[in-house]
């Protein structure tokens, strides 16, 4: 089943036209529009005129994370704001969170490339489906619920919470598919369990499940608890939210809405194109977007591309899971956490060394972060409740920070193993690759 | 008369307690007296000892966090209700007990004591004849 089966299987070199002709529209608009791409293309001695066919892309300038942060809040933005109709943001790596904007024509090629991803899981106008993503800000909740509202099914605003709640809703409703993080699954696995209620007494039957990497073990036990077929998502707010790419049927690889999202592989250090095949680090290019359009965004996920053709009949390149970062950001609970936000947060109070480890585990199916941070010497006091006070004055401030809570624990001055090039951070004890 | 007392933050971690213990032995520091107070993830050592500026000193340079706290140590006989007597005349006067620790030894009692206000403790203690001890008592 395609929702768009024109665009989903076009032809390659039809395609790569397409994507030749988009481009150089793009690149047209962002010369005039963005006074930060114009500025890069001269540089560069670039012209929009140099851009004849896809092919050209790699003489484009790459733009990354800081770019965006250092022209907060709306410096990227192409269209002017009248034109804009909605605004989400994602959890900046310190300060400033990246902002974008969506004109109206932007939501509804977000809408269009979600209703893809959904009729390739197998929902269709019958269905009623639950969006179990946070609504707000972060683009999994309306994303999803826009997708779902543009292919005729039903859709249940349900978000995060309330999970007793939900899934009499899932019963009595008879919701059949659901988008939620897969360790929001396997939480709603174990509730159904506690309330004494089975997969047979629920009518899932798809999930569509992202925004955290997973593992094909828990693809496997949450369909086995919920009775229902997981398909993986992807998607990134600064290039459009969740629909960038989707799995098909065959489940071997995330299918890419490439006449909208062009992907490359590059060297994250040489910064030089990669083949298809080879792992490195996955840019996006939006060929289509007004509000803010980016040119060869630097997502910082390792994966490779397959340009293999898919027995599901579709003709667009694929994405491998992904395999890791290329930067230090760590995905906790569905949530962006850097490093560097936790090191913001210490610098500032003086009863800390700037020192610091974290901790990310996976317990039962809730992911864990401990935050350990040096005491220092001169500033340890005798006194059990201060020092108690210390650390929660020290929580609160990361929560605030960092949106999720984490477990601080204060450890003796120099007990973090100091280390003499770049110092160890993080230890990720989950085991998600 | 105050005297010194030793605290040093140790993490909840199996063994730490003779890291600073065995630090004071090898230095010839000796202790009186003890206590450890301790939370779910840290504790507190509070120790009175033999020479607390030399044990500030070889504890830092193990990288302990160590500071020295001021606190009272009074003597009382080693019958029953002495301490209660002595006890009621510092909450007479609104006097808070932060922390205490206490050790006996024949005839007599030695107690710790970290009052929330150390100068009007000792006014009391004074003017009710309580024995309090100092540096070289010990």
């Known amino acids: ?433 | 008369m105050t005297i010194k007392q030793l605290s040093v933050f140790l993490e909840n971690k199996t063994g730490r307690i003779n890291d600073v213990v065995r630090t004071l032995g090898q230095n010839g520091i000796n202790m009186h007296a003890f206590s450890m107070a301790e939370t779910t993830d840290f504790g507190i050592l509070r120790l009175i000892v033999s020479d607390v500026d030399k044990a500030v000193e070889v504890l830092r340079a193990q990288n302990f966090a160590v500071m020295s706290t001021e606190v009272i140590c009074l003597s009382c006989d080693n019958t029953p209700g002495s301490l209660a007597v002595i006890l009621e005349y510092l909450a007479e006067e609104k006097i808070f007990i932060e922390y205490m620790y206490a050790f006996a030894q024949n005839d007599k009692a030695h107690v710790v004591i970290k009052p929330n206000d150390l100068k009007a403790c000792l006014a009391v203690l004074d003017a009710k004849g309580c024995t309090v001890l100092q540096k070289g008592d010990l």
Not at chain 1, 42 to 71: A, G, H, Y
Not at chain 1, 331 to 339: D, L, Q, S, T, Y
């Open chain 1, 1 to 433: 089943m395609f929702w768009n089966e024109n665009k989903e299987c076009m032809p390659r070199e039809q395609m790569r036209e397409l994507q030749g002709k988009r481009l150089q529209k793009l690149v047209t608009y962002v010369y005039h529009n963005v006074p930060f791409y114009r500025k890069k293309m001269q540089e560069m001695d670039l012209s929009p005129d140099d851009i004849r066919s896809i092919d050209d892309i790699v003489k484009l300038p790459f733009t990354t994370k800081q770019d965006l942060r250092d022209n907060y809040p709306y410096g990227l933005q192409a269209a002017p704001a009248s034109e804009i109709v909605r605004v989400h943001a994602s959890s900046g790596t310190t300060g400033n969170p990246t902002i974008v904007g969506y004109t109206r024509k932007d939501l509804a090629i977000w809408s269009e490339v979600m209703s893809r991803c959904l009729t390739a899981y197998g929902v269709t106008r019958d269905d009623t489906f639950s969006v179990s993503y946070g609504y707000g800000l972060f683009t999994g909740g309306l994303g999803a619920h826009y997708g779902v509202e543009n292919l005729g099914a039903t859709v249940i605003p349900a978000s995060t919470g309330n999970t007793e709640k939900h899934i009499r809703l899932i019963r009595d409703l008879n919701i059949t598919g659901i988008a939620c993080t897969p360790s929001y699954a396997m939480y709603l696995a174990e509730v159904m369990e506690k309330m004494g209620l089975t997969k047979k007494d629920l009518g899932l039957r798809i999930g569509a499940f992202g925004a955290e990497p997973w593992t094909e073990n828990m693809r496997k036990e949450i369909q086995d608890r919920l009775g229902l077929k997981g398909y993986n998502i992807y998607g990134l707010s600064e290039i459009m939210g969740p629909g960038v790419s989707y799995e098909c049927q065959e489940q071997n690889g995330s299918h890419i809405n490439e006449d909208h999202f062009f992907p490359e592989i590059i060297d994250p250090n040489t910064l030089q194109p990669l083949p298809y095949g080879q792992q490195g680090e996955l840019v996006f290019t939006t060929l289509t977007k007004e509000g803010m359009p980016l040119l060869r965004y630097r997502t910082k996920d390792l994966t490779s591309l397959i340009d293999a053709p898919c027995p599901c009949g579709r003709t667009s390149v694929r994405m491998t899971p992904i395999m890791g970062r290329s930067d230090d950001m760590l995905i906790i609970r569905g949530i962006n956490v850097f490093p560097s936000q936790v090191e913001s947060v210490i610098l500032e109070m003086k009863e800390f060394e700037p020192q610091y480890m974290l901790i990310v585990d996976r317990k039962g199916n809730l992911d864990t972060l401990e935050i350990q941070v040096e005491v220092r010497r001169d500033f340890f006091s005798d006194d059990i409740g201060a020092m108690l006070a210390l650390k929660k004055s020290l929580s609160d401030k990361l929560k605030s920070v960092l949106s999720i809570s984490a477990d601080v624990k204060l450890v003796e001055p120099n007990s973090i193993a100091r280390s003499q090039g770049k110092s160890k951070r993080v230890i990720d004890n989950r085991k998600l690759v």
